[in-house]
């Protein structure tokens, strides 16, 4: 065979191979489909709602609605200086250092935390 018959071929096999796998993946989401109505089919026969045994309909796991609650720290000498998380704000670094305290060290934020500030409700 010649190489211009061989490109030809290889792409008729590539169209090929496209065309099978879009089938594949039709029969795949039909199947799929098939099998939630027999299941919940099979939970009804059973007396049950389909969202009591399997949680409420949706794709991918379901996020957290809501915000997350972080503790808030306040300074106990200034309410205007609060602390949520992530980086260290500047006054906390400049007080920190300013009581011998290293803002790089877990111990010392966490000793600073509890010795000179309050979480706020």
Do not use: T
């Not at 503790?71 to 205007?80: E, I, T």
């Not at 980086?87 to 906390?92: A, K, N």
């Amino acid at each position: 065979m010649e190489y211009q018959e061989l490109h030809e071929q290889l792409k008729v096999l590539e169209e090929q191979k496209a065309e099978i796998s879009r089938a594949l993946q039709a029969k795949r989401n039909d199947r799929k489909k098939e099998l939630v109505a027999e299941f919940k089919a099979r939970i009804k026969e059973e007396g049950f709602d389909f969202d009591e045994v399997c949680g409420s309909p949706g794709k991918g796991r379901s996020r957290q609605s809501g915000a997350r609650n972080y503790p808030v720290y306040v300074a106990k000498d200034d309410a205007d200086c609060v602390y949520v998380r992530g980086p260290l704000p500047g006054w906390m670094k400049e007080k920190m250092s300013a009581l011998g305290l290293n803002p790089g060290v877990k111990e010392d934020r966490e000793r600073f935390k509890s010795d000179y500030m309050v979480v706020k409700d």
